[in-house]
């Protein structure tokens, strides 16, 4: 079985300051992971994805993540936050390949001007 | 290049009625999944498409749920009779092929009183 575990369902930092949300996973199996973000009354947009390859992923608007395995976590960062960053965060883990994707609860992040 | 399209936006039904979502994917993307998405929880597989079979719909309530995709394009979702538990965002996404990138559409936000 796969699961995700999102620490903290509301996450503010002020514009400039480090973004970190984080994200634990449980899976029986080598997993692909995965952050999407979904802004207000708009789809799931992937930001980025783990699979097996480097363990840093870069992703999409200066969002990076690092799958440790030793804690099984996935945490995602950004160094310095925009006020458009401000949306819902979801981590999300799948075996192999990307078919059926379990998603954690979200993270609202809120940028404080 | 156009995503993926859904209607309606917004629904309000009394329960036991009845409802239908249509979603039209990306064009060429011959998977199509079906998630619902309760407030203040990630979104969760419904049933998952490849071109008009179904792959996986374990997590469908086939009681009072049915969804098609009858020439591997379009698909709709049904809900009969609904619940005041169907309350919910019903996503719809679409990938190139099993295990692609997720593109997701903006959802249905469904009521249901």
């Known amino acids: 079985a796969q699961s995700v575990t999102q620490l903290g369902s509301h996450v503010s930092v002020s514009e400039g300051a480090l973004v970190l949300l984080r994200c634990n996973y449980s899976?029986?199996?080598?997993?692909?992971l995965f952050w999407y973000v979904q802004y207000p009354n708009q789809g799931l947009q992937l930001l980025l994805k783990?699979?097996?390859?480097?363990?840093l992923v870069k992703g999409i608007n200066g969002f990076e993540a690092e799958f440790k395995k030793s804690e099984t976590s996935f945490h995602l960062t950004k160094p310095s936050a925009h006020m458009s960053d401000a949306a819902e965060y979801f981590c999300?883990?799948?075996?192999?390949?990307?078919?059926?994707?379990?998603f954690g609860t979200g993270t609202r992040l809120t940028v404080i001007p | 290049e156009a995503g993926v399209a859904q209607s309606p936006r917004y629904k309000i039904i009394e329960k036991r009625q009845s409802v239908a979502f249509w979603c039209n994917p990306i064009?060429?993307?011959?998977?199509l999944y079906w998630y619902q998405q309760i407030l203040g929880q990630g979104p969760k597989l419904l049933i998952q498409?490849?071109?008009?079979?179904?792959?996986?719909d374990s997590q469908l309530p086939k009681d009072r749920f049915s969804a098609e995709r009858l020439k591997g394009v379009d698909s709709t979702l049904k809900i009969q009779p609904a619940k005041l538990e169907d309350s919910a965002v019903y996503l719809c996404?679409?990938?190139?092929?099993?295990?692609?990138?997720?593109?997701f559409g903006p959802g249905t936000r469904l009521t249901v009183l």
């Open positions: 498409f490849q071109n008009n079979g179904v792959v996986d």
């Open positions: 996404a679409s990938s190139l092929v099993r295990g692609n990138e997720q593109f």
């Open positions: 064009s060429g993307h011959a998977t």
């Open positions: 899976s029986s199996v080598p997993p692909y």
């Open positions: 783990y699979t097996s390859a480097a363990t």
């Open positions: 999300a883990v799948s075996d192999k390949g990307a078919n059926n994707l379990f």
